[in-house]
């Protein structure tokens, strides 16, 4: 008899991590799809490239430029 609950047991932890498998294989595809592929939609609606892919040989460097500026003393107080 104890060994029968044993094997129970053991077929129920078996089945729970596949159903946990399952489940999380499922929400994390929603939560990507959700998250990427939104992301992914407004950007080609808006037409934004976050990376620049364009080759050309004309170029020495593809190095950008971040145009800094000095700020004055008080932009740089209680920034957060």
Known sequence: MKRFFHDIQKGMHAFGLCIATLVNSVLLGIVYLLGVGVTSCIA?????????????????????????????????????
Request: charged share 45%; proline share 3%; glycine share 0%.
């Open 44 to 80: 080609t609606i808006r037409h934004k490239r976050f990376l620049e892919m364009k080759i050309e040989k004309e170029k020495k460097s593809y190095w950008s430029d971040l145009h800094l500026k000095k700020k004055p003393i008080e932009e740089y107080y209680r920034q957060f």
